[in-house]
């Protein structure tokens, strides 16, 4: 038996095909639905664009689904709990998913890897929603739990009117400090990279990139590498030939050069075992060129991408 509504769509098609009625109402039917599939937005609003497959928008109803973050259908990039969970996709909705339905992400094989009634990745919708500035401002003059104050531990409601006051007022005061403190922090911060030398290390079979500031290693030779919030990942040391594989004309002082401006040196990038939780790189070491032994020379590797 025909479903109603396919054949409701097929009458539809049928009469615009062979009547050329361009003007038939399809209110009723799901052509004229908004697109089901939930966009990025930080926390999942619906897609505005009008369904033209059924549910789906154009967009969200393509299967070429390779681009920024997608490579060979599996979506990189995305964290939940500062784990990354790469899954795979065949359309382009199944990216976000879509809000009528739970977010389901899969490997490959079919198996879940997370499974929710919003994907892991809008935190937003997941975390409880932040209060606002005016109730935690009346919860915290409200106060009954023991407070840290300029005078100790106490519970400030035990106080006399006069002196709670004061107490609530130096709390206040103390709060209002540290946010000033905060925002100075923050903003020192984003200073200090956007005025630091970076450069971006390059995976170049997985494509993954992360990008890192260096800073001189103070008394020795190197630099220390540091991610956006200025927490060392690794480091770049010289290159020191210690097997004395290559050449002397590569070398000043057993320290290889840099092939094209000779008396700079070439360094090796080594990240830290704790600093995956900033990168999704597979190796703990990276070069910006490695030695040929077969043709003599010194090949680049495309590792290492400078940035001014």
């Given at each position: ?17 062979n ?14 639905k908004?697109?089901?599939a ?9 897609c505005?664009?009008k ?21 060979n ?6 964290r939940?709990k500062?784990k990354e ?26 198996d879940i890897l ?10 937003e919708?997941?975390k ?17 739990k023991?407070?840290?104050t ?14 709670k ?5 130096n709390?206040?005061?103390e ?7 905060n925002?100075?922090t ?7 990279w ?8 390059i995976?170049?079979?997985?494509k993954?990139r992360?990008?890192?500031?260096l800073?001189?290693?103070?008394g ?7 991610q ?6 690794g480091?770049?040391l010289?290159?020191i030939?210690?097997?004395n594989?290559?050449?002397e004309?590569?070398?000043?002082k057993?320290?290889?050069?840099e ?8 360094y ?27 043709n ?12 001014f």
């Amino acid at each position: 038996m025909i479903e109603p509504n396919i054949l409701l769509t097929y009458n539809l098609l049928t009469n615009i095909i062979n009547h050329k009625n361009w003007n038939v109402e399809i209110k009723n039917s799901s052509f004229s639905k908004t697109c089901v599939a939930r966009v990025w937005n930080g926390n999942g609003q619906r897609c505005k664009n009008k369904s033209v497959y059924l549910e789906f928008c154009g967009i969200h109803n393509s299967f070429k689904v390779n681009g920024k973050y997608v490579i060979n259908g599996i979506v990189h990039g995305r964290r939940y709990k500062k784990k990354e969970i790469k899954y795979f996709i065949k359309q382009v909705w199944e990216k976000n998913g879509r809000v009528d339905e739970p977010f389901i992400a899969k490997n490959k094989n079919g198996d879940i890897l997370w499974k929710g009634d919003v994907p892991f990745f809008f935190k937003e919708k997941i975390k409880t929603k932040k209060k606002t500035k005016k109730k935690k401002l009346f919860e915290f003059m409200n106060i009954k739990k023991k407070e840290k104050t300029n005078v100790g531990t106490k519970q400030i409601n035990k106080f006399p009117k006069s002196v709670k006051s004061k107490l609530i007022e130096n709390l206040i005061d103390e709060k209002y400090k540290l946010s000033k403190k905060n925002i100075k922090t923050k903003n020192s911060l984003k200073l200090w990279w956007s005025n630091s030398h970076k450069i971006v290390i390059i995976d170049v079979n997985t494509k993954a990139r992360f990008q890192v500031a260096l800073e001189k290693i103070n008394g020795k030779k190197g630099f220390n590498l540091y991610q956006k919030n200025k927490q060392c990942v690794g480091k770049a040391l010289p290159w020191i030939d210690k097997d004395n594989l290559i050449p002397e004309e590569f070398k000043h002082k057993n320290i290889v050069q840099e092939p094209n401006m000779f008396g700079l040196p070439l360094y090796i990038y080594k990240l830290n075992t704790n600093s995956q939780i900033y990168h999704d790189l597979p190796k703990k070491t990276y070069w910006k060129y490695r030695y040929d032994s077969n043709n003599q020379f010194l090949k680049i590797t495309n590792e290492i991408m400078e940035q001014f």
